[in-house]
């Protein structure tokens, strides 16, 4: 029996070391050694060590065998997911046709949309030629201002009118032939005039609020053309025009350039304002169109205060700060026919603004308390404070800087709520 165990050892030891990987060949030392064990054992009769090396054996050849199962299941697993590799590369995610489809309809729309612009384009330029025909002019005025925000608004319309050659010598002639019919007595300017002409400057209005353009349009010179429109005596075709031109003004101080400001200051656009804002209101006209140069040239007023410049130009001469402020005074206090107060609240927030700033210069400002409207300081305008809590605002903070008690109390009381 041990004769047995031991060619049995023997031959399995050999099994081992000749065939499993190299890792597990010193399994097969093991059993050399525990062989040669088995021979001593055999060789000096110790019976009792055979139930020991048994034991070792069995333990050793479940060993193995678990090894094959682990070898097995690790071979099955990796079949598994090579297999599920080859139908994952087969197969196109879920997500790839909508996606392509989605791609589809997006260069489908760009393109649309490309045909769609290369056809304004077109239109565009097409209508620009029209002005260069005096029959077809007018019309091109007036579909050139239509579709200027919608149709041509991506497409460059200023520098195009800027850099199209002639255009601008031909809005200069527009501008001369109704220098006639402005200041004229006895012809009235007709209706389809006043459209003509407010078509063709908010077409320069167009050019100025485009940064390619607006440079050259003001070392042009071109807006010193539109001043004899702001001086036109008031009437209902005239407030039109003077609308028009005030939009151009303030289209070029949006961006609130130091060169813009400096080139209205020096060509006397601030005397022009104060006089549009201090002529009498036609009451038998619309009251809200008549109100709105008036309101457009206190805006003026008020971006050229804003500036460093601007406030130095106002506050300079007594003559011209007095000036300024018996205008805004008579901005506030105008009153109609029948005693009744006509500032509207448009132009009433633009005018506190303006003594906002004034009151910002420490030469000025202890004149302005006697300077002041009484209407600011009692409940002329008290409607309009409380549905306008930044009018009601703007309005404290004036009477604080002018140093009014009761505004004062007014301001503690509700920064202590």
Request: glycine share 4%; hydrophobic share 40%; with cysteine.
């Amino acid at each position: 029996m041990h004769l047995t165990l031991l060619l049995f050892s023997s031959l399995c030891s050999l099994f081992v070391f000749t065939t499993i990987p190299f890792f597990w060949r010193g399994a097969g030392f093991s059993l050399l050694g525990a062989s040669f064990f088995c021979c001593c054992c055999y060789f000096h009769s110790i019976p009792r060590t055979y139930t020991q090396i048994r034991t070792h054996f069995y333990g050793f050849a479940s060993f193995l065998n678990n090894y094959n199962v682990y070898q097995a299941y690790v071979h099955r697993v990796t079949m598994y997911y090579s297999v599920l590799q080859q139908q994952q590369q087969q197969q196109p995610p879920l997500t790839a046709m909508p996606r392509s489809q989605v791609d589809q309809q997006e260069r489908q729309q760009a393109l649309v949309r490309q045909s769609e612009a290369q056809q304004s384009m077109t239109e565009m330029l097409q209508q620009i030629q029209y002005i260069y025909n005096p029959d077809t002019r007018e019309r091109a005025f007036s579909e050139l201002t239509k579709n200027r925000e919608k149709k041509y608004s991506g497409l460059d319309l200023g520098p195009a009118l800027w850099y199209s050659v002639g255009i601008m010598p031909i809005f200069l002639q527009e501008l001369v032939a109704i220098y006639p019919l402005i200041n004229s007595k006895d012809q009235m300017m007709g209706k389809r005039d006043a459209h003509r002409v407010s078509n063709m400057i908010t077409l320069i209005h167009t050019i100025a609020l485009h940064d390619g353009s607006r440079k050259q349009l003001l070392d042009s010179q071109i807006c010193l053309f539109l001043y004899p429109l702001l001086r036109a005596p008031p009437n209902e075709r005239n407030d039109v025009i003077r609308l028009t031109v005030l939009g151009v003004i303030g289209a070029l101080l949006r961006y609130d350039d130091q060169q813009v400001i400096s080139y209205l200051l020096n060509s006397e656009m601030f005397p022009l304002c104060l006089d549009i804002m201090e002529a009498p209101m036609d009451t038998s006209s619309n009251e809200q169109q008549n109100d709105l140069p008036k309101v457009l040239a206190a805006y003026v007023v008020h971006k050229l205060l804003t500036s460093e410049h601007g406030l130095a130009y106002a506050c300079h001469h007594p003559d011209r700060f007095t000036a300024i402020a018996k205008v805004l005074h008579t901005c506030v206090s105008r009153k109609d026919a029948k005693g009744k107060h006509i500032c509207s609240s448009r132009l009433l927030r633009h005018t506190i603004r303006c003594y906002l700033r004034l009151a910002d210069n420490p030469q000025v400002s202890p004149l302005l308390p006697s300077m002041l409207p009484e209407e600011l300081k009692n409940s002329t305008f008290k409607e309009f404070l409380e549905s306008d809590a930044a009018l009601k605002n703007s309005l404290l903070q004036l009477l604080v800087k002018v140093g009014d008690m009761g505004a004062r109390r007014i301001v503690e009381s509700e920064r202590a709520k």
